[in-house]
């Protein structure tokens, strides 16, 4: 399998003169809020800014349903766009069977795909990037994003992730994640897709980012300074499989702080239970 390493992308080759339309797919369910910030953006970087976008949402169940189609059609409205697509399915939210249903919908030939999730921001130099560093059959992109912590338990700036300001304290590079990723439409299809069956929270993106390194289509991963992954809160339902519940809560504290910003909370914690017992 051909692998590339962690490559410093988002410094070079930042320009693509292709004129490749990209197809950004989005499972969601729920985050009205998050959705309606996350469509300001949109608007921005992929509307008024790059020009050569479609959206797919991909929507899971009947609850917010309504209020999330009307939010799109109102910036469609607002912005004289049409390239999008509102999709819904049944049953229990399955991120890879959202993500496959929006690749099938797709008619009209070999798309680049940016496989995308409601709390990913991003900017052109990323779309240009997520063009270049794909290829029908050859390459697919895997980018590595910033991650912000918890905002709460530590920033000295507390809207330091509004403004994108990367530190140690305010996040990290999220080398374990492998959900967002730029491919080819044909290419995902002929590896294997996604695993349907996984539902709940993790283990699909893990499991397609496998069949691509078992192919003959290179993996591109490197650090991308033009994506982010915006904190929210991580609820691991008690019903996930032992595996994917145990990820889950990793992953949870993984991205609550710094090792540092975690430490200090531990220590405040049993010096308030220190003083509360002397105050017995």
Same mark, same amino acid.
């Given at each position: 399998?051909?692998?590339?390493?962690?490559?410093?992308?988002?410094v070079?080759?930042?320009?693509?003169?292709?004129?490749?339309?990209?197809?950004?797919?989005?499972?969601?369910q729920?985050k009205?809020?998050?959705f309606?910030?996350?469509?300001?953006?949109?608007?921005?970087?992929?509307?008024?800014?790059?020009?050569?976008?479609?959206?797919t949402?991909?929507?899971?169940?009947?609850?917010?349903?309504?209020?999330?189609?009307?939010?799109?059609?109102?910036?469609?409205?607002?912005n004289?766009?049409? *390239?999008?697509?509102?999709l819904?399915?049944? %049953?229990?939210?399955s #991120?890879? $069977?959202?993500? !496959? +249903?929006?690749?099938?919908?797709w008619?009209?030939?070999?798309?680049?795909?940016?496989?995308? *999730?409601?709390?990913?921001?991003?900017?052109? %130099?990323?779309?240009? #990037?997520? $063009?270049?560093? !794909? +290829?029908?059959?050859?390459?697919?992109?895997y980018p590595?994003l910033?991650s912000?912590?918890?905002?709460?338990?530590?920033?000295?700036?507390?809207?330091a992730?509004?403004h994108f300001?990367?530190?140690?304290?305010?996040?990290?590079?999220?080398k374990?994640?492998f959900?967002?990723?730029?491919?080819?439409?044909?290419?995902?299809?002929?590896?294997?897709?996604?695993?349907?069956?996984?539902?709940?929270?993790?283990?699909?993106?893990?499991?397609?980012?496998?069949?691509?390194?078992?192919?003959?289509?290179?993996?591109?991963?490197?650090?991308?300074?033009?994506?982010?992954?915006?904190?929210?809160?991580?609820?691991?339902?008690?019903?996930?499989?032992?595996?994917?519940?145990?990820?889950?809560?990793?992953?949870?504290?993984?991205?609550e702080?710094?090792?540092?910003?975690l430490?200090?909370?531990?220590?405040?914690?049993?010096?308030?239970?220190?003083?509360?017992t002397?105050?017995?």
């Amino acid at each position: 399998p051909a692998f590339m390493g962690v490559l410093q992308v988002g410094v070079t080759h930042t320009v693509d003169d292709r004129q490749e339309w990209i197809n950004v797919v989005v499972p969601l369910q729920g985050k009205l809020d998050r959705f309606r910030e996350f469509m300001k953006m949109y608007v921005d970087v992929c509307v008024k800014g790059d020009g050569r976008v479609f959206l797919t949402v991909v929507y899971f169940g009947e609850d917010g349903l309504k209020e999330t189609r009307e939010v799109l059609r109102g910036v469609a409205r607002d912005n004289q766009y049409n *390239d999008y697509a509102f999709l819904t399915l049944d %049953g229990p939210f399955s #991120r890879g $069977r959202g993500l !496959t +249903h929006g690749a099938k919908h797709w008619r009209k030939g070999n798309v680049l795909m940016f496989f995308c *999730d409601v709390d990913i921001v991003f900017d052109r %130099g990323f779309l240009d #990037r997520c $063009r270049w560093y !794909t +290829h029908p059959g050859e390459k697919v992109y895997y980018p590595i994003l910033w991650s912000f912590y918890n905002p709460e338990n530590g920033y000295a700036n507390k809207t330091a992730h509004a403004h994108f300001i990367r530190t140690p304290d305010t996040g990290t590079w999220r080398k374990s994640g492998f959900g967002m990723t730029c491919q080819y439409r044909d290419d995902f299809f002929s590896v294997g897709r996604f695993n349907e069956m996984i539902e709940g929270w993790g283990g699909e993106d893990v499991d397609l980012f496998k069949k691509f390194l078992q192919s003959e289509i290179m993996v591109m991963w490197g650090v991308d300074r033009g994506i982010y992954h915006l904190f929210h809160e991580k609820h691991c339902d008690p019903s996930l499989s032992e595996h994917q519940l145990r990820n889950c809560k990793n992953n949870r504290a993984r991205y609550e702080g710094s090792t540092v910003q975690l430490g200090m909370m531990v220590l405040a914690s049993r010096e308030r239970v220190e003083d509360s017992t002397r105050g017995r």
